[in-house]
């Protein structure tokens, strides 16, 4: 899934990622069609347990009303003593911009899976839930991303739980070349 991302950030020209600083006035910083590409860091705490997660993402917006719909594909790694884990998600968001700043809150639903392996033991978790976020642009290509996450982890063999994530990260965002069929 992580190419497809690829491949579209791939068809923005490489002549697109200006750093071009935001201005007042600027219109719609992110538009249907842009690209998202970010690396995070996220913190969990789980019953008491603090871990630390990497992870990549990568996704794009469409056309909404009164804002865009965003859909996006994480992995994301994590090893806890010899506990590895390895989670793949997936989102769907809606969110806009505040004002003319480079301020866009979001709101998102998403799950995935989550394999775990301890020694030889290994087990599929689905961690399914909601999304608040922020994404801060400094410029119309790179900027910084906060989320927070719960989730419902759900098929633990001793017993299903909620988790709470605060993830952050940087991004990079592609912006469809004019003209190519996107307002």
């Given at each position: ?73 994480e992995a994301a790694y994590a090893t806890v003593r010899t506990l590895h884990q390895l989670d793949l998600e997936a989102s769907f968001s809606w969110g806009g911009q505040i004002g003319t700043g480079g301020f866009f809150p979001f709101v998102a639903i998403g799950g ?72």
């Amino acid at each position: 899934m992580m190419s497809v991302f690829v491949a579209a950030a791939l068809s923005v020209a490489p002549a697109q990622l200006q750093a071009r600083p935001l201005g007042e006035g600027e219109e719609k910083l992110l538009r249907p069609g842009t690209v998202e590409l970010g690396v995070c860091g996220l913190l969990s705490s789980v019953d008491g347990t603090v871990e630390a997660r990497f992870g990549l993402r990568g996704g794009t917006f469409l056309d909404a009303p009164s804002g865009l719909w965003g859909a996006e594909a994480e992995a994301a790694y994590a090893t806890v003593r010899t506990l590895h884990q390895l989670d793949l998600e997936a989102s769907f968001s809606w969110g806009g911009q505040i004002g003319t700043g480079g301020f866009f809150p979001f709101v998102a639903i998403g799950g995935g899976l989550r394999l775990e392996t301890l020694g030889s033991y290994r087990q599929t978790l689905v961690p399914v839930g909601a999304t608040v976020g922020l994404r801060m642009l400094a410029t119309e290509s790179a900027g910084i991303r906060l989320d927070v996450k719960v989730r419902r982890v759900l098929n633990d063999p001793v017993k299903d739980f909620t988790e709470v994530n605060l993830v952050l990260g940087v991004s990079l965002f592609l912006q469809p070349r004019p003209g190519a069929g996107t307002p």
